[in-house]
């Protein structure tokens, strides 16, 4: 399949999960996400603020700030993404593509962890993500970098170019796998 193919696929599964999977799967990801030394390690966290039935972010993010870990989530300008630092969700409001963003600019501090999204990822860390190459501008070895996906978003191997960054760990409900 090529990268249009895949994510038609998997958009397709997403759209079929009830609220009820979604939510136990969701708690399950959470759950697996803070057994990660460098989750709990962590002084300032950037992560994603889920959609369409991604991966629910929104107890994780609540969960960072009850351990005192800084969080920044991303907001869109100019065709760019950046991080900016909130102390509570209701920072947020619609923005790019109708996703949460922070409506407070705040700089954050470097982070030590980067949370992301995708679409699918192949077992040795391979990303696919949405088409706009948002996060492999933020992707690099010095970072640590952690996907979350529901099984189903896993596969043996996805078409990648150049640009394509790796992840370094895969959190779904079934499994943590370092890459």
């Keep these: 399949m090529n990268k249009k193919d895949i994510r038609d696929y998997i958009k397709n599964i997403r759209k079929q999960m009830d609220e009820t999977e979604y939510r136990e799967k969701s708690d399950i ?10 989750i709990n390690d962590a002084k300032m966290v950037y992560i994603y603020v889920s959609v369409n039935h991604e991966a629910d972010t929104y107890k994780i993010i609540e969960k960072l700030f009850e351990k005192g870990i800084k969080v920044a989530v991303p907001k869109i300008k100019d065709k760019k993404m950046f991080f900016f630092e909130i102390n509570s969700i209701d920072e947020l409001r619609p923005g790019y593509m ?10 954050p501090c470097p982070p030590d962890v980067i ?6 990822f192949s077992i040795n860390g391979d990303r696919l993500g949405y088409g706009g190459g ?26 990648i170019e150049e640009h394509d960054k790796k992840v370094k760990w ?8 370092e890459t």
């Design 29 to 38: 990801i959470a759950t697996n996400l803070f057994t990660l030394e460098c």
């Design 98 to 107: 109708n996703i949460p963003e922070p409506y407070l600019e705040k700089v």
């Design 115 to 120: 949370v992301t999204p995708g679409v699918a």
């Design 134 to 159: 948002y996060y492999d501008r933020y992707l690099n070895d010095e970072l640590i970098s952690v996907a979350l996906a529901f099984e189903y978003q896993i596969m043996e191997a996805i078409p």
């Design 170 to 177: 895969i959190v779904t409900e079934n499994r943590i796998t």
